[in-house]
C-alpha cells in the first residue's frame, strides 16, 4: 500500500532519466519479441496523447507499434503540450468525437505524463465515447508540486499547478468512470509514483514497470502492457494477468491507502 505524496522525486533519479535513450533502443531491439508475444486488436480506434512540452514525435514508437497490431492509431495534432491553454480543452473533446463518429466505435486513449491527466479527464467527460484510458506516469493524486516539472509546467502553460482542478473533467485525483489502467515506475524521475497510481477496483488497475519516465512510452515492458490491455474484448475488461513470463518483467503492483 502507498500513500499520496507531496515529495518530488529525488535528483538522483532525476538524473537517471537519460535512461530513456537506451531505453529507446531496448524497444527496437525487443520489437521483434513484442511483435510475436503482444495480441492483435479489434481494430478500436486508439488516440495517444504526449507529455508536457512534447509533442507527437514522441509517440511515434508507440502508435506504429499499436498500427502493426490492428489499431487505427492517431496523434492529438495539436502540437506541443504545453498544458491546458485555451482551446486545448475544446481541441480534445472535437478530436475524440470526429474520431468516434468516423470509426463508428468507442475510443480508447492512452496518455503519457500530462496526456494521461487528459486522458482521464475525457474519460469523465464523455464516458459514453470512450472504451477505456491508460496512463503512463501520469500524476493525478497527491500534491501538484510533487513533480520535478512543475515549474516547467507553470511556465509553459501560464497557470499555477495548483489550477487543475478547475479545469476539464473537475478533480483530477477522481477516477473515470470507464476501464482504467495507471502505468507507474518506481524510479519515475520527474513525477512522484506514489501519485500515478490508482485505487484498485472493478474498472481500475496499476501496472509498475521498472525504467524512466522520458522513456514510458517506448519502454518494452510498458508498450506491450499498453497493447495487452488495447486487446480485450469491448464489454469484458479484466485486471492484467501477470501469470506466465510476465511475472518477471511486471512486479505486484501497488495501490493508495
Known sequence: ?????SIAPRKALLLMEGRAIPELFGFAAALPTLSLLAPRGDGQPVLVLPGLTTNDTSTIAMRRFLKSKGYPTYGWKMGLNLGPRPGVERGLIDLVEGLHEEHGRKV??????????????????????????????SPFGGSPRATNAWRVYEM????????????????????????????YSKTDGV????????????????????????????HPAAVYAVADRLAQPEGD???????????????????PH
Open 1 to 5: 500500500m502507498a500513500e499520496a505524496t
Open 108 to 137: 480508447s486513449i492512452v496518455g503519457w505524463s500530462l496526456g494521461g491527466i487528459y486522458a482521464r479527464q475525457l474519460g469523465k467527460m464523455m464516458p459514453d465515447k470512450i472504451r477505456q484510458v491508460i496512463s503512463m506516469g
Open 156 to 183: 509553459a502553460s501560464g497557470q499555477s499547478s495548483h489550477d487543475g482542478e478547475r479545469h476539464m473533467g473537475g478533480a483530477i485525483s477522481a477516477p473515470p468512470p470507464v476501464p482504467t489502467t495507471a502505468i
Open 191 to 218: 513525477c512522484a509514483w506514489q501519485n500515478c497510481i490508482e485505487a484498485h477496483s472493478e474498472i481500475a488497475e496499476n501496472i509498475e514497470v521498472k525504467g524512466s519516465h522520458c522513456g514510458l512510452g517506448h
Open 237 to 255: 475488461w479484466q485486471h492484467f494477468d501477470r501469470s506466465g513470463f510476465k511475472s518477471v518483467l511486471y512486479p505486484e503492483p501497488v495501490y
